[in-house]
């Protein structure tokens, strides 16, 4: 009785988890999964608009959207196709015993990265609604028109030549240049800024802009640096030891990221695959 309770009570409990070559070919494959997938949202997010009018209504534009719109596509399949191969992982951990908070925990990170992968990729698509934007121009060019009549009177227009002859109004047609000028620049500085910021992603050595290359390299060279197992595998969680293994890991040679004897049978077969959408880790 005894042992039938114990039988039964195994069929629910995790597997134990060995580790061995599966555990690093899928370490391997999760660490190339992540590669790819920053490597294409770099790519998706460094690519140029093409949603303004001119790309609706000019040949140049047409020329330039039909060459943008499927390298689009392209990426963003692509990193879906990644976002799926993690989550595929996650499950083919629960089959091998990862607990299922753990498994819980990693869907949720998986998740939280979908959700910020969404943001980003709204706000690369976003533009300034066109009315907004050919008011904006409209008033740029007809204010000094509409406007015209105060910077005359702000210069003294209308006035006898004895008034203007005495102080402040010497000073008036000066003052009223500048302000035009300054107005007129000062819009037309406001509506740049507004362009500029519709796209962060595009580097155009802006001050605003978001550092793609940059942030995205460092994101492959802790990627590259973290997944090498020699350092890590040694690695004592004491002070200054993570961080030694850290500088160690970076330069020892990467894993290689063919498949190991034993992986597709302890990992990838059909079985496991079927067995881990029948049976739940707790």
């Known amino acids: 009785g005894g042992a039938t309770a114990a039988e039964i009570a195994s069929e629910g409990a995790p597997l134990p988890?060995?580790?061995?070559?599966?555990?690093r070919q899928h370490a391997a494959e999760v660490r190339g999964c992540l590669l790819r997938l920053s490597r294409g949202m770099r790519d998706f997010l460094a690519l140029p608009m093409a949603n303004r009018s001119k790309h609706m209504y000019t040949s140049s534009g047409q020329r330039m959207r039909a060459k943008v719109r499927p390298a689009q596509k392209r990426l963003l399949s692509a990193i879906y196709e990644e976002m799926w191969r993690l989550s595929l992982g996650v499950e083919r951990l629960k089959a091998v015993g990862l607990p299922?908070?753990?498994?819980?925990r990693m869907n949720q990170y998986l998740m939280l990265l979908m959700r910020d992968w969404e943001n980003c990729r709204v706000i690369k698509g976003y533009r300034t609604p066109h009315g907004l934007r050919a008011f904006a121009r409209l008033y740029i060019l007809t204010h000094p028109f509409f406007i015209g009549p105060y910077y005359a009177w702000v210069a003294g227009a209308g006035r006898n030549m004895d008034e203007l002859a005495g102080w402040p109004w010497q000073t008036n047609l000066a003052f009223a240049i500048s302000l035009a000028v300054f107005t007129g620049v000062a819009m037309q500085g406001l509506f740049n800024v507004q362009l500029g910021m519709e796209d962060p992603f595009d580097e155009t050595e802006?001050?605003?802009?978001?550092?793609?290359?940059?942030?995205?390299?460092?994101v492959e060279r802790l990627l590259t640096a973290g997944w090498a197992p020699g350092a890590w595998d040694r690695v004592v969680m004491r002070g200054g030891d993570l961080a030694d293994a850290a500088l160690e890991s970076r330069e020892e040679e990467l894993p290689d990221e063919k498949p190991v004897e034993g992986y597709?049978?302890?990992?990838?077969?059909?079985?496991a695959m079927n067995k881990l959408c029948h049976r739940r880790c707790l």
């Open 17 to 23: 988890y060995d580790g061995g070559a599966p555990a």
């Open 264 to 271: 597709d049978e302890a990992l990838g077969s059909e079985a």
């Open 100 to 104: 299922g908070n753990e498994a819980a």
């Open 206 to 218: 802006g001050l605003d802009d978001v550092r793609l290359h940059k942030i995205f390299g460092e």
